[in-house]
């Protein structure tokens, strides 16, 4: 670089420092920087930047080119309050803190069920309102949780082969269907889950008003923690029942009586557990006395002889007959209700359940808590609705998370799509306003699916809308299980 000599005067250090601030303001990247900048540089800028760069002493704080703000972190304001500045508003804008990628991929602690952008948000208020072990409860897979991460791979591994335009005006999709002689709003419904006070007071009562405000099929646990009839009052309808069989035939014929009393449309049986479950997390978590120490017994015992209402019985004792196929026909022919068979995953046990009086198939590994089969309930959906041949409904649930999940099941085969722990998440989190919060978001996502592939009911949605991936695509943060 060339000295400079007599003919070239010595550069003003402030005159540069000037025209490089000139610069720098006028950069779109400044506001970039600008909020982690110390108050005092901002101020020395304000005393420093030219208004007109050809009148000297005329000096400004950088503005925003869209809407003449004066470009200053939020915190720099109250410092800066004294200088007459000529802005078009009166006060520079408060700009929260963005941590949006990591969020999207992580949940983040939302403040009210309508901050909610997807049902993950809701898994991370659940998991800070909630006892540890009930926690642990809803959360746990068994053995490593191989299962529970299959039944999302088994959906990230299915594309969807959208379609452009339709021969027609496009028109509001119809997402209603028709399951054993009733009519609902959506295909999506909440499948039974146990003992849902432990997670919020408003209970299985209030995940049932808000499927009823959303016109959708609710199915009660046998280990709730209110009876078929407080929450039958709070619908205001009589919903479905699931049921866990005791070997001793009287106590089952009792239940059932019961709930076809009460008006229920449907009894579920649940077969997944019946081989047992090594469910690992649940003896790590309830260690020492368990729910006999002193903390649980406030809500397990808060009265004598406590047993969750559903599970309370007295009367003879009966025959202890041995689980056969011969159940399926002595359930059905129990009662008047409809009678599906839940936990079904192979051809050969559709095949079976059809022949011994079923009215339904439920395609389910029980949201990775029965056994460890590493097989998703999505991917075994094919035969069985292959086996079934339009005989009986299909429905189907075990890691269903999105709308797009809901019309991939729809795609091979299911004619109703249920979810668990997402509107679990939104129970604990905000009560029913959740679980409405939950419902809402899952059946705006199917809609959007629907209007991407020019499919304006459930039924015209087919196969020919979904295609195999090799491999899952799995995106979201699932560290010990979250996100899945």
Avoid at 263 to 273: A, F
Wanted: glycine fraction near 8%; charge should be negative; charged fraction near 20%.
């Amino acid at each position: 670089m060339t000295a400079p000599g007599p003919h070239m005067p010595t550069p003003d250090r402030d005159e540069s420092r000037r025209r490089f601030f000139k610069f720098l303001a006028a950069s779109p990247l400044a506001a970039l920087a600008y909020a982690s900048l110390p108050h005092g540089w901002l101020e020395e800028l304000a005393a420093k930047e030219p208004v007109d760069p050809f009148v000297p002493g005329s000096w400004r704080v950088p503005e925003c080119v869209s809407c003449g703000a004066p470009i200053l972190p939020p915190a720099a304001a109250p410092a800066n309050a004294h200088l007459s500045l000529p802005t078009r508003q009166q006060a520079p804008q408060q700009i929260p803190p963005q941590n949006a990628q990591e969020e999207q991929l992580t949940g983040s602690l939302i403040a009210s069920p309508e901050d909610a952008v997807n049902v993950w948000d809701f898994e991370r208020v659940t998991h800070e309102n909630n006892l540890a072990q009930h926690w642990d409860y809803l959360h746990m897979g068994v053995e490593d949780y191989e299962t529970r991460r299959a039944n999302r791979e088994g959906f990230n591994r299915l594309a969807l082969r959208t379609r452009r335009l339709s021969a027609e005006p496009p028109k509001r999709p119809d997402t209603s269907i028709e399951i054993l002689g009733q009519r609902f709003n959506s295909p999506l419904f909440l499948c039974p889950v146990a003992a849902l006070q432990a997670y919020h007071t408003q209970g299985e009562a209030g995940a049932g008003r808000a499927a009823r405000r959303r016109g959708i099929l609710q199915i009660q646990s046998n280990q709730s923690s209110m009876s078929y009839e407080e929450i039958a009052e709070a619908r205001g309808e009589p919903h479905w029942f699931q049921i866990y069989t005791q070997p001793d035939w009287n106590r089952n014929k009792r239940l059932i009586d019961r709930v076809a009393a009460a008006g229920c449309p449907t009894l579920v049986w649940t077969v997944d557990l019946l081989g047992g479950s090594n469910r690992e997390l649940a003896r790590r978590s309830v260690v020492g006395e368990g729910t006999q120490g002193a903390l649980c017994q406030n809500c397990h015992n808060h009265q004598q002889g406590y047993q969750r209402p559903m599970n309370r019985d007295s009367g003879p004792a009966g025959e202890r007959i041995p689980y056969t196929w011969d159940w399926v026909s002595r359930l059905k022919d129990a009662s008047d209700m409809n009678f599906v068979i839940k936990g079904i995953v192979t051809a050969e046990d559709a095949e079976m359940a059809i022949e011994h009086g079923a009215d339904g198939i439920f395609v389910s590994n029980h949201g990775g808590r029965a056994e460890n089969s590493l097989w998703a309930s999505i991917d075994s959906l094919p035969e069985v609705v292959a086996a079934v041949r339009g005989r009986v409904p299909v429905m189907i649930d075990s890691g269903v998370r999105r709308g797009t999940d809901v019309f991939k099941a729809l795609a091979l085969g299911a004619d109703a799509v249920g979810i668990g722990r997402p509107y679990v998440w939104g129970l604990g989190a905000f009560g029913e306003d959740g679980v409405d919060r939950v419902i809402q978001l899952i059946m705006a996502e199917l809609g959007i699916v629907m209007g991407q592939t020019q499919t304006t009911s459930v039924a015209e949605i087919n196969s020919r809308f979904v295609m195999e991936r090799p491999n899952p695509i799995m995106m979201r943060h699932n560290e010990l299980g979250f996100g899945l």
